[in-house]
């Protein structure tokens, strides 16, 4: 009894220090978006999985420091932001810092990743679109990735949205497949062109046969679908054979580099080629 008692109490006080944490998060958000310092986006490689098949692309990953948290892992805040709708200003912003930024990149593709939450706003593909071109980039270098979640949301301004970003000349991609509940027939009716494996299925790989079997699948079904796929978080040698063997496109992952800024990336820079793979 006394047990249970003090199981209960240990539940109360993490519910509350996440949200104390919670609201500092937010608070420091909301001050972030408004003095427009401390938000950065970071580019982690995605490389063909044969050499010679095509060009490097790249991910924009967001990262924030606040004056007042320090670092704040991108899990954390964009949580918060979707639960608050600060997600919406945060993802113009992010969306502005990139398209800055690839010019720096040179001809790269970058890919560009989108909450469930920013696709439920009606309009957003427009002005998505808009911002894009108003850089004078081509929609055909940028790719949207969207999580697996979106698929439980079920909802039609979400489908409505993909479909226009499509429409405009966007590339999409299934984020961390294999987590959510994409069916078949979901994945054949809206206009994805990729596939990203999520890396929980990568490490599985070289746990035996089940893990293997399971990412053959994954590449067979996107293979009967016509769709790209990426295997993400890859962390090593073998790691990158197996899933060559299995046939991925694109390979990404701390083995092949590490988020870094835009000018760590940049071809011809008297600087180190970015950061080594660790
Ligand atoms: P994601 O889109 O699945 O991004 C891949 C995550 O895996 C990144 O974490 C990346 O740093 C990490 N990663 C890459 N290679 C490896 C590896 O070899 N091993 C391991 N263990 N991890 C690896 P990050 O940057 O912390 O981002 C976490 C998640 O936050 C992202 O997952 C994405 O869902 C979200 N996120 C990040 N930036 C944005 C953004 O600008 N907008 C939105 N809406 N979400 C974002
Ligand atoms: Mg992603
Ligand atoms: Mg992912
Ligand atoms: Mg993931």
Not at 16 to 45: C, F, M, N, S, W
Not at 53 to 68: D, H, I, K, Q, V
Not at 200 to 224: C, K, N, P, T, Y
Request: net charge negative; aromatic share 8%; glycine share 8%.
């Amino acid at each position: 009894k006394l047990r249970e008692t003090l199981e209960v109490v240990r539940y109360d006080k993490r519910m509350e220090t996440e949200d104390i944490d919670h609201k500092r998060i937010e608070r420091e958000l909301r001050r972030a978006l408004i003095e427009g310092h401390g938000l950065e986006v970071h580019y982690q490689p995605i490389v063909p999985a044969n050499p010679g098949a095509g060009p490097t692309r790249y991910e924009a990953l967001a990262r924030w420091t606040s004056p007042e948290l320090g670092k704040v892992s991108p899990e954390r805040f964009i949580k918060v932001a979707e639960a608050t709708g600060l997600i919406l200003p945060l993802g113009w912003k992010l969306l502005d810092l990139v398209c800055a930024d690839m010019c720096l990149l040179d001809k790269a593709r970058v890919s560009i990743n989108v909450s469930p939450t920013q696709l439920m706003s009606r309009g957003f593909a427009e002005k998505f679109t808009a911002i894009v071109l108003s850089h004078g980039i081509a929609p055909w270098r940028i790719e949207v990735e969207v999580t697996e979640q979106i698929v439980v949301r079920d909802d039609a301004t979400i489908e409505q949205e993909l479909i226009a970003l499509s429409h405009n000349g966007f590339t999409l991609a299934l984020d961390d497949f294999g987590t959510g509940f994409a069916s078949i027939g979901y994945l054949t009716q809206m206009p994805f062109d990729g596939l990203k494996i999520d890396r929980s299925f990568v490490r599985s790989i070289e746990d035996g046969q089940q893990g293997m079997r399971m990412v053959r699948s994954i590449v067979g079904l996107a293979r009967a679908m016509d769709l790209s796929i990426v295997a993400e978080g890859v962390e090593n040698e073998a790691e990158a054979v197996l899933l060559r063997r299995i046939g991925a496109d694109y390979l990404q992952g701390y083995y092949f580099g590490r988020p870094a800024p835009a000018s760590a990336w940049v071809k011809d820079s008297p600087t180190p080629k970015g950061p080594k793979p660790v």
